[in-house]
């Protein structure tokens, strides 16, 4: 039987949609014409604090309108939540709602463009950040989301290949015997162990990645692949400065996480208004 034929199991599928996806948003990020690969300067440790403030102070000046914005990212979690439990996934819930950190460079995306305007003066609402639509490097915004999908849906998948081979295959009977099996098996701790040692690979890779891509997408007319180098380029140059960034937002968002991923709603627009600063300090100006 030719490969056309055959029934696709679900990984198959769902690889295929993301590479489509990315193909597609793909050819649009190439409508952008400044190829030139922008200055990476290098910084300090003091620099984080530095931006950790400026990014309180535009949580503060524009309080009510983040509100609005980062109300969705719990919301969503939670319902990721709700939609494994529902269907006897009990041992994807915590890499679903985790790996959703992954996506956090595209949820902050808004917050990128109310720093972005506040620090040039403009008028700032709730609303008006949805005017990135219009931006010249929108469709490299939307490419390197789908990338960052993709790092997720990937993710998920490992994560259950660790399951199965642990615990697994035969999803828990009750959330109980899920946990006692967790922690007092060696199966069980294996999992903990292989599912930490994979996921922090992968938070990795999405932070080096996306530390300063999506602000520079917001801030400039560049495409996909100019905004990737950079943020590899950035993590390269500030090795030490890239790494404590990564924790503080690891940190920040297992903090934002309890109780029932409530916290994010501060948590999530301090960490992005943080990180557009971050890339003004890292990513020198255009000449």
């Known amino acids: 039987m030719s490969d056309t034929?055959?029934?696709?199991?679900?990984?198959?599928?769902?690889?295929?949609?993301?590479?489509?996806?990315?193909?597609?948003?793909?050819?649009?990020?190439?409508?952008?014409?400044?190829?030139?690969?922008p200055r990476v300067r290098r910084i300090?440790?003091?620099?984080?604090?530095?931006?950790?403030?400026?990014?309180?102070?535009?949580l503060g000046a524009k309080r009510a309108d983040i509100l609005v914005l980062c109300i969705v990212y719990p919301v969503?979690?939670?319902?990721?939540?709700?939609?494994?439990?529902?269907?006897?996934?009990?041992?994807?819930?915590?890499p679903l709602i985790s790996g959703f950190a992954l996506l956090g460079p595209v949820a902050a995306v808004g917050f990128y463009e109310i720093s972005r305007r506040r620090e040039a003066g403009l008028d700032t609402n709730w609303a008006s950040v949805f005017g990135i639509v219009h931006a010249p490097s929108f469709g490299g915004i939307l490419a390197l989301s789908a990338l960052l999908f993709g790092l997720y849906v990937l993710w998920s998948i490992a994560a259950y290949v660790i399951f199965a081979l642990t615990l697994g295959p035969e999803p828990p009977v009750s959330l109980s015997a899920f946990v006692s099996?967790?922690?007092?098996?060696?199966?069980?701790?294996?999992?903990?162990?292989?599912?930490?040692?994979?996921?922090?690979?992968?938070?990795?890779?999405?932070?080096?990645i996306g530390v300063v891509s999506f602000p520079l997408?917001?801030?400039r007319n560049v495409g996909m692949k100019v905004a990737v180098a950079t943020s590899l380029r950035a993590a390269q140059a500030n090795p030490a400065p890239i790494a404590a960034w990564g924790l503080i937002v690891a940190g920040g968002l297992v903090l934002g996480s309890i109780p029932a991923l409530i916290g994010l709603v501060i948590v999530l627009p301090l960490l992005?208004?943080?990180?557009?600063?971050?890339?003004?300090?890292?990513?020198?100006?255009?000449?």
Not at 8 to 36: C, F, L, M, Y
Not at 182 to 202: D, E, H, K, P, Y
Not at 272 to 287: C, E, F, S
Request: hydrophobic share 50%.
């Open 76 to 94: 969503i979690g939670l319902i990721l939540a709700r939609v494994a439990y529902g269907y006897d996934m009990l041992p994807l819930i915590f």
């Open 44 to 58: 300090a440790l003091t620099d984080l604090r530095d931006a950790l403030s400026k990014g309180w102070k535009d």
């Open 272 to 287: 992005g208004h943080a990180t557009w600063h971050l890339y003004r300090k890292v990513v020198a100006p255009p000449r």
């Open 217 to 219: 997408l917001v801030d």
């Open 5 to 37: 034929n055959h029934i696709r199991n679900p990984i198959e599928w769902s690889v295929d949609q993301v590479k489509a996806g990315v193909h597609g948003v793909g050819r649009a990020s190439d409508a952008a014409r400044d190829s030139t690969p």
């Open 181 to 208: 099996d967790l922690f007092s098996t060696a199966a069980g701790w294996t999992m903990i162990v292989v599912g930490i040692g994979v996921g922090f690979l992968f938070a990795v890779a999405a932070l080096v």
